[in-house]
């Protein structure tokens, strides 16, 4: 074989290497994210965060992550705190290997909490909230540094939650479990034009969540509180609290 031909060889054989590295690594995308969600999740809340299955699609530009799963932190139930029966992603195809990477939506599904509260009125959104609290924002766990040169950011355009339920539970409700219904919530431009870290918009995304929870129960222990008192005449008066406490948690 001489010297041109075995280059061309060569070269061919490169390209195949490339080309069987690639697939490769689309093959295990899947589990590359499924891997990152948790391990990274689990640091940021201090508590173990599992998904069931993710589905990366680059071709279209989609993603589902379902089953994900937060556990509740030290010092409550073996219950799960918080569990995502589905979220699904749409990507920015155009800014795929550029910083930040666009993600057009994030729209989760059907959301289930159990907000269980303590002897002391603390609960374990509270715990996981001074968790994420604690954590820099923009971290980056590899390199032991903060928002190091290089580091992929990422810019959501929009984040939507259907809805669901809140289960309570604790000295308040007297050791039964009561359900309120959980309102959603919308965010938009998370991480801003110039982006964020995962670990930094895991934290906005998480602090909003809690807050808007904690909000919710809370209005709604206050309406409660105000139809007990006045009784018959609770109607009217408990709309009109409503619209004032909604200005105060929203």
């Known amino acids: 074989?001489?010297?041109?031909?075995?280059?061309?060889?060569?070269?061919?054989?490169?390209?195949?290497?490339?080309?069987?590295?690639?697939?490769?690594?689309?093959?295990?995308?899947?589990?590359?994210?499924?891997?990152?969600?948790?391990e990274h999740g689990t640091r940021?809340?201090?508590?173990?965060?599992?998904?069931?299955?993710?589905?990366?699609?680059?071709?279209?530009?989609?993603?589902t992550v379902r089953g994900l799963r937060v556990a509740n932190p030290?010092?409550?139930?073996?219950?799960?705190?918080?569990?995502?029966?589905?979220?699904?992603?749409?990507?920015?195809?155009?800014?795929?290997?550029?910083?930040?990477?666009g993600i057009d939506l994030v729209?989760?599904?059907?959301?289930?909490?159990?907000?269980?509260?303590?002897?002391?009125?603390?609960?374990?959104?509270?715990?996981?909230?001074?968790?994420?609290?604690g954590q820099p924002a923009d971290r980056d766990d590899d390199a032991g540094g903060t928002d190091p040169e290089g580091e992929q950011r990422?810019?959501?355009?929009r984040l939507q939650m259907a809805g669901g339920q809140i289960l309570t539970v604790g000295p308040h409700t007297e050791g039964e479990e009561r359900s309120v219904p959980f309102p959603g919530l919308a965010m938009k431009d998370v991480g801003g034009a110039s982006g964020a870290t995962a670990g930094a918009l895991g934290k906005e995304i998480l602090l909003a969540f809690t807050r808007r929870v904690t909000a919710t129960v809370a209005r709604s222990e206050l309406l409660d509180t105000i139809e007990k008192e006045l009784g018959d005449a609770a109607g009217a008066a408990a709309d009109a609290a409503d619209g004032l406490l909604r200005k105060v948690f929203d």
């Open 154 to 157: 990422f810019r959501i355009r």
């Open 74 to 101: 030290q010092g409550f139930s073996r219950d799960e705190a918080i569990r995502l029966e589905a979220i699904t992603l749409e990507i920015d195809l155009g800014s795929l290997g550029s910083s930040p990477l």
């Open 1 to 38: 074989m001489n010297a041109r031909r075995w280059f061309a060889a060569l070269a061919a054989l490169l390209v195949l290497a490339v080309l069987g590295l690639a697939v490769a690594l689309l093959g295990s995308l899947d589990a590359i994210v499924e891997r990152g969600i948790e």
């Open 44 to 63: 940021l809340a201090g508590a173990r965060v599992s998904v069931d299955d993710v589905e990366i699609d680059l071709t279209k530009g989609s993603g």
């Open 107 to 133: 729209d989760v599904g059907e959301v289930e909490i159990r907000l269980e509260v303590d002897e002391v009125a603390q609960t374990n959104l509270d715990a996981l909230r001074r968790n994420v609290e």
